[in-house]
T-cell receptor
Framework: KAGVTQTPRYLIKTRGQQVTLSCSPISGHRSVSWYQQTPGQGLQFLFEYFSETQRNKGNFPGRFSGRQFSNSRSEMNVSTLELGDSALYLC?????????????FGSGTRLTVV | QQQVKQSPQSLIVQKGGISIINCAYENTAFDYFPWYQQFPGKGPALLIAIRPDVSEKKEGRFTISFNKSAKQFSLHIMDSQPGDSATYFCAAQGDYKLSFGAGTTVTVRA
């Protein structure tokens, strides 16, 4: 079956712009999470959604937001981009998010802010 | 603060050798402990995972050892192969999120 699909794969944006990243989970998976990966901070949790409800949010500024649609697809948005937002943004999906055999990650969106 | 501490940062092992990566956690509310393998340009892939009521789990050449009282767990890669060269992350799951260790870069020399 198809894995977690993230689009686009690469993105270059200018400081101050905003960006929207998209994630399609594995069919049947209802939990979608987002993570930021950087060489300095490693993998950091952004937020988790289940059935369109945010169940947890990481320690990121309000410029980072997300949402989940009724078909479980998810988007995350970063407004007023800063140079430090350059990172690999990873989406992960799971059946329920707990006791469900772990999360499956997509290949990520590489965001570069110039 | 880092909720999961991972060591070493990197290791080099000869083909056929054993790689050992250690992790420690503080939050006793964590209820699932997965290990992920990541290759350059790819997202992390689930390798093996364990629940805290189990002390050891083996899948092929990969074994997790779990010590609940010490709040430590480790990954053993037996008979290491060049294809195992990757970055390995331990993680702890709880409250609908994964807390990751900093990662260990494993290099297997042929």
């Amino acid at each position: 079956k198809a894995g977690v699909t993230q689009t686009p794969r690469y993105l270059i944006k200018t400081r101050g712009q905003q960006v929207t990243l998209s994630c399609s989970p594995i069919s049947g998976h209802r939990s979608v999470s987002w993570y930021q990966q950087t060489p300095g901070q490693g993998l950091q949790f952004l937020f988790e959604y289940f059935s369109e409800t945010q169940r947890n949010k990481g320690n990121f500024p309000g410029r980072f937001s997300g949402r989940q649609f009724s078909n479980s697809r998810s988007e995350m948005n970063v407004s007023t981009l800063e140079l430090g937002d350059s990172a690999l943004y990873l989406c992960a999906s799971s059946l329920w998010g707990v006791y469900s055999g772990g999360y499956t990650f997509g290949s990520g969106t590489r965001l570069t802010v110039v | 603060q880092q909720q999961v501490k991972q060591s070493p940062q990197s290791l080099i092992v000869q083909k056929g050798g054993i790689s050992i990566i250690n992790c420690a956690y503080e939050n006793t509310a964590f209820d699932y402990f997965p290990w992920y393998q990541q290759f350059p340009g790819k997202g992390p892939a689930l390798l093996i995972a364990i629940r805290p009521d189990v002390s050891e789990k083996k899948e092929g050449r990969f074994t997790i050892s779990f010590n609940k009282s010490a709040k430590q767990f480790s990954l053993h890669i037996m008979d290491s192969q060049p294809g195992d060269s990757a970055t390995y992350f331990c993680a702890a799951q709880g409250d609908y999120k994964l807390s990751f260790g900093a990662g260990t870069t494993v290099t297997v020399r042929a």
